[in-house]
């Protein structure tokens, strides 16, 4: 069993940055792969970005070269930076882990989610 527990949401404008974190305690075993999904209103939930325990990362293409997935191990926690942020990033971010990497998913751990909101 794990439990994430998000923070760093909030409203940001346009060009903006966030920085997320999510702190896992609980199993190590199962916070090897660690990563945010988001959802926004009316659309299908995606993946964002995943690391895994040895630093592998995976981003979706539409956040590419804008948000960086870091993670501290010593402290089983997991950091979204988020920069040139857009309206189209808000959506809800949810903080995901599992024992393994999965590509398009599952995970089969989830946070509380943060609401991200990018608006003038």
């Known amino acids: 069993q794990v439990q994430l527990v998000e923070s760093g949401g909030g409203l940001v404008q346009p060009g903006g940055s966030l920085r997320l974190s999510c702190a896992a305690s609980?199993?190590?075993?199962?916070?090897?792969?660690m990563g945010w999904y988001r959802q926004a209103p009316g659309k299908q939930r995606e993946l964002v970005a995943v690391?895994?325990?040895?630093?592998?990362?995976n981003y979706a293409d539409s956040v590419k070269g804008r948000f960086t997935i870091s993670r501290d191990n010593a402290k089983n926690t997991v950091y979204l930076q988020m920069n040139s942020l857009n309206p189209e990033d808000t959506a809800v971010y949810y903080c995901?882990?599992?024992?393994?990497?999965?590509?398009?998913?599952?995970?089969?751990?989830w946070g509380q989610g943060t609401q991200v909101t990018v608006s003038s």
């Open positions: 995901v882990s599992d024992v393994t990497y999965r590509h398009n998913g599952p995970y089969a751990y």
């Open positions: 609980g199993s190590i075993s199962s916070s090897y792969a």
């Open positions: 690391i895994t325990r040895d630093l592998s990362t």
